[in-house]
């Protein structure tokens, strides 16, 4: 999370998780989002800041990225019409390519009031919506060998700020895991407990207090 301007805070599908974990991370979060806020006031509290990655977290991250590009160079390779977005504009940018009906759309930026994320992966598939007679659903590569809860809470996220997008809602996302294997899920599974996670956790930041942990 962090403050756009001194009084717009925006807020991420990694904050969900965050949440999920526990209010108290999510407290420490706003903490350190506060300290940085555009012309905030001082919080007279003790400094903090997230620990630095360790050495695992660092080798874990490092493989992350490295599976990533291994399933971007693989759709490369099958021919699949795939377009970066760039982070300059990104929004922008991934609104023209939807509009375009890129096939894959890589590192999409999306938004929709005070929630925003880069799903990994937006795939084209059939069916009406306000772009016309396709829509995208949200991918997401994960280094893991099995599905995790956190994933799919992530992936709802993108389903409805993709539905804002398209004004239509992805009937499935999908994780494609360490091992290679693309595993598919249905949204509606899923949404409704990520979207009572998200009114949850923006009630928790609408009383939010730098004095009291929640």
Not at 5 to 16: A, C, G, V
């Amino acid at each position: 999370m962090f403050f756009a301007d001194t009084n717009t805070l925006q807020f991420s599908p990694s904050d969900l998780i965050d949440f999920l974990e526990g209010d108290f991370a999510a407290w420490m979060e706003r903490l350190h989002a506060e300290r940085h806020r555009p012309g905030g006031q001082p919080i007279s509290l003790p400094e903090w800041a997230p620990d630095a990655a360790d050495s695992t977290q660092e080798l874990v991250r490092r493989k992350g990225h490295e599976h990533e590009a291994q399933y971007v160079a693989q759709l490369k390779a099958a021919g699949r019409g795939l377009v970066e977005i760039p982070r300059e504009e990104s929004l922008e940018k991934t609104r023209a390519a939807m509009a375009s009906g890129s096939e894959i759309i890589y590192q999409a930026h999306l938004q929709s009031g005070d929630l925003a994320g880069y799903p990994d992966f937006l795939v084209r598939v059939p069916g009406t919506s306000k772009l016309g007679d396709y829509h995208y659903e949200p991918w997401d590569t994960k280094l893991a060998k099995s599905s995790k809860p956190y994933f799919l809470v992530q992936l709802c996220a993108y389903a409805d700020l993709l539905e804002d997008a398209q004004r239509k809602r992805p009937a499935e996302c999908a994780v494609v895991l360490g091992t290679g294997e693309i595993v598919r899920y249905r949204v509606d599974d899923f949404l409704y407990y990520s979207r009572h996670l998200k009114r949850t956790f923006l009630a928790f930041q609408a009383r939010w207090s730098a004095n009291e942990a929640s």
